[in-house]
């Protein structure tokens, strides 16, 4: 099935940032909500922030102030500026979508992941 593309991922110090980058397949006709999900190892998949019709944000309560979602329109692409890192936030990464493309019916989509890993 169609996935998303996602890069920025990769080895910080804690306190240092990192810039995701989710780009969207196909072309949107209806645009619901793109986030970022979180999965550290043995824990469950968590919401990290997302961007909803409207241009509602939501964020987790771990990384609000630290975090910021923004989202290119024109290109299909979500941003994820992650500053002042902590070792916790070491995770894989997911980028989801739920849209509806061209041709298609109304579905969630995802990236296959990209990996944060925070150093102390």
């Known amino acids: 099935q169609v996935q998303l593309v996602e890069s920025g991922g990769g080895l910080v110090q804690a306190g240092g940032s990192l810039r995701l980058s989710c780009v969207g397949p196909?072309?949107?006709?209806?645009?619901?909500?793109m986030g970022w999900y979180r999965q550290a190892p043995g824990k469950e998949r968590e919401l990290v922030a997302r961007i909803s019709s409207g241009d509602r944000i939501n964020y987790a309560d771990s990384v609000k102030g630290r975090f910021t979602i923004s989202r290119d329109n024109a290109k299909n692409t979500v941003f994820l500026q992650m500053n002042s890192l902590k070792p916790e936030d070491t995770a894989v990464y997911y980028c989801?979508?739920?849209?509806?493309?061209?041709?298609?019916?109304?579905?969630?989509?995802w990236g296959q992941g990209t990996q944060v890993t925070v150093s102390s």
């Open positions: 196909g072309t949107i006709i209806s645009f619901n909500a």
């Open positions: 989801n979508a739920q849209i509806t493309l061209l041709g298609t019916r109304p579905r969630d989509y």
